[in-house]
C-alpha cells in the first residue's frame, strides 16, 4: 500500500472536498456533494502501470491498464487502497468493479459511451481531466476544477449525425 499523500493547499481542500461531486443538474459544470467532517470520498483513476500517485492517466477508460482506487480526505490527503486490472484472470468487469468498490467519483481523461451510462446510472460521477498524472488529477478534483461528463455528451452527437451543423 501506497502511505498517504497530502496535495498542496490541503487548507483550502476541506472547503473544497464538501463540494465536490454530487450536482443533479446535468448542466453543471462542477459537480458538487456533502461529505460528512468524519469521512472521506472513494475515487478511482485509469492509469498506466505501474500505478500510484506518480503514473499517468489513462488516455481513455477502455483502454486502461490499470485501475487505482483512492481514499480521498478533507485535509488534501489521499489514500492508495487498491488496484486492479480491467482483464486480470478471468476479464471481470471492470464498470462492476468499480461499482461494488463503493466509488463516488471516476476521474478520467476520456470514456466512452457504454461504460458512461452504466457509472452514471449507478450514481458514480465522471470527472474529466486533462492532467498528467493522479496526483495531479487528485489535486485538481479536491480544487474542484474538474468538469463532470454527463450523458448528454453523447445524446448531442448522436442527435447531430448526418446533418450539415
Do not use: W
Amino acid at each position: 500500500m501506497i502511505p498517504a499523500v497530502t496535495c498542496q493547499n490541503s487548507d483550502e481542500a476541506v472547503s473544497r472536498m464538501a463540494k465536490s461531486v454530487a450536482h443533479q443538474n446535468s448542466s453543471s459544470i462542477r459537480p458538487r456533494m456533502h461529505i460528512p467532517l468524519d469521512m472521506s470520498l472513494r475515487i478511482c483513476i485509469p492509469c498506466q502501470h505501474p500505478g500510484g500517485a506518480d503514473a499517468v492517466l489513462s488516455a481513455s477508460f477502455e483502454e486502461s491498464e490499470l485501475l487505482d482506487y483512492y481514499e480521498v480526505f478533507k485535509d488534501g490527503r489521499f489514500e492508495h487502497i487498491a488496484q486492479t486490472r480491467p482483464c486480470a484472470g478471468g476479464c471481470a468487469d471492470p464498470v462492476e468493479a468499480i461499482i461494488r468498490r463503493g466509488v463516488k467519483a471516476v476521474l478520467v481523461v476520456d470514456i466512452g459511451p457504454d461504460p458512461l451510462l452504466r457509472l452514471s446510472n449507478a450514481g458514480v460521477k465522471i470527472l474529466s481531466s486533462d492532467r498528467k498524472t493522479v496526483r495531479e488529477a487528485v489535486s485538481s478534483f479536491l480544487n474542484e476544477s474538474l468538469i463532470e461528463i454527463d450523458v448528454s455528451r453523447f445524446g448531442r452527437a448522436r442527435r447531430n449525425r448526418g446533418k450539415d451543423v
